[in-house]
């Protein structure tokens, strides 16, 4: 009999239930399927990346923190009073009911406290570099019910190593600008980078916080930040320090009535003759309070203002995850086995499939037990992972056979490991393992 203390896999649905928020580890899925990649624990812990978890590193987290599986999209729900999270992190408050279901680069968590259920839905669509957060809130009672809603994103200043290195200058770098309910995190884009970050949500806010130490509390925790024990905003706009994106939303709720918001963490390049736009170009169509609010020059966002158009509604949003799970129905059922062994069928048809995809993805170059930041793809391993997912996706296994052999030098040696942005070499690791080029024979 198969130990579900913490949870059962769905066979229907392609996905493992999770049902005790206190797992022995951060369980983690991996959303994302080719340049925008997210990875995300049972609590809603982790951190996004375009790309490179090294040099495209979107958001912060705490691999080795006390508590374990610090960091990641949190949402706290101020009910009263009652601060709580459907996540069960940060806040742990105990939760009247709590369930993830983690599936084929989907992620759906849902709590339920005092009569309120937040269920979230969290992916990558298909060609978009951007996460998709669908947060559903219902009233179960039969009262009103009148709420205060916070999201939280931390910024991570870009390299993940040098953001935990040089402290004198990442505390002086930190910039944002945030333009009715979007955050936009510009750290370093006026000065030597083409890219920015940003975190929206398809509804008007009641206001916003982008410093963290405003919106957390010097001397607070991700637990239970100072505003939102307050029950309201500071409004803050972060110059240096640490950026991070908050929306704020009061909600009310009647009855059995249930609402969805639609939050987006996105990722935009823009060449370098069109970087910013003036001033006079912008009009008055958000809220004057909230409008513009920037430290420096105004960022050009019609790329962001695009992908956030594309997923503005609930409709967009279930028609983009509708289009995610019939990519991955296609991927799947080119190959399938059926045996009349359960466990065999569920690991072959499903997991041992998934996982292959995924370690193509990232190469093991991201995940709960490999930072992002040193490793980078391995050139023997790149190789090897093709094998796994050959028969699924052809095409793309004949691109990254071409990536990895123009790592290659002329002598036919290779750098062991290469970030998959720069394709530089790891040099703390080097070169010289005779068996590399045979693997990319073998691919």
């Avoid at 709720?253 to 609402?259: A, D, I, T, V, Y």
């Avoid at 912008?282 to 409008?291: G, S």
């Amino acid at each position: 009999m198969e130990n579900k203390r913490f949870g059962y896999f769905d066979d229907q649905n392609r996905e493992y239930v999770i049902t005790d928020p206190k797992t022995p580890w951060p369980w983690i899925n991996y959303l994302g399927n080719e340049d925008f990649f997210s990875l995300i624990s049972n609590t809603a812990g982790g951190y996004s990346f375009y790309k490179d978890a090294k040099f495209r590193r979107i958001t912060r987290y705490r691999y080795n923190s006390v508590p374990m599986d610090n960091g990641g999209r949190y949402f706290y729900i101020n009910d009263g009073g009652t601060v709580w999270s459907p996540g069960w992190k940060p806040c742990k408050t105990p939760l009247d009911s709590y369930e993830c279901r983690h599936g084929m680069s989907y992620t759906r968590i849902r709590g339920a406290k005092n009569g309120i259920e937040a269920g979230l839905l969290f992916f990558v669509p298909l060609k978009t570099w951007g996460e998709v957060q669908k947060l559903t809130l219902k009233n179960l009672t039969q009262e009103t019910k009148h709420i205060k809603l916070f999201s939280f994103a931390e910024w991570c200043l870009w390299n993940a190593a040098t953001d935990m290195e040089n402290f004198q200058r990442n505390f002086s770098t930190g910039e944002v600008e945030v333009d009715g309910s979007v955050i936009y995190h510009k750290t370093e884009y006026k000065e030597r980078r083409n890219h920015y970050a940003f975190y929206s949500v398809n509804a008007p806010v009641d206001g916003f916080d982008t410093d963290r130490e405003t919106f957390i509390g010097l001397y607070n925790e991700f637990s239970l930040p100072e505003k939102v024990s307050e029950g309201k905003a500071g409004n803050s706009i972060a110059h240096g320090w640490s950026p991070v994106a908050s929306h704020y939303i009061e909600a009310e709720l009647q009855p059995g009535e249930s609402r969805d918001y639609i939050f987006l963490l996105g990722y935009v390049e823009n060449g370098q003759d069109e970087k910013f736009e003036s001033n006079e170009e912008k009009t008055a169509h958000h809220n004057p309070i909230l409008q513009s609010v920037s430290s420096g020059a105004l960022i050009n966002k019609s790329k962001a203002e695009a992908m956030i158009s594309a997923l503005d509604t609930t409709a967009k949003v279930d028609a983009a995850f509708a289009e995610l799970k019939a990519y991955w129905d296609r991927l799947l059922d080119v190959y399938v086995v059926k045996s009349h062994e359960e466990k065999l069928d569920r690991m072959v048809n499903i997991w041992n499939q998934y996982q292959c995809m995924v370690t193509f993805n990232m190469s093991r170059s991201a995940s709960f037990f490999e930072s992002g930041i040193g490793r980078g793809m391995g050139f023997r391993d790149s190789n090897q992972d093709l094998v796994g997912f050959v028969h699924q996706i052809p095409e793309r296994a004949r691109e990254r056979i071409i990536d990895i052999a123009s790592t290659q030098f002329p002598d036919g040696g290779c750098y062991h490991q290469y970030q998959p942005l720069t394709k530089r070499g790891n040099n703390d690791i080097g070169g010289g393992f005779n068996d590399d080029p045979m693997w990319l024979i073998f691919g």
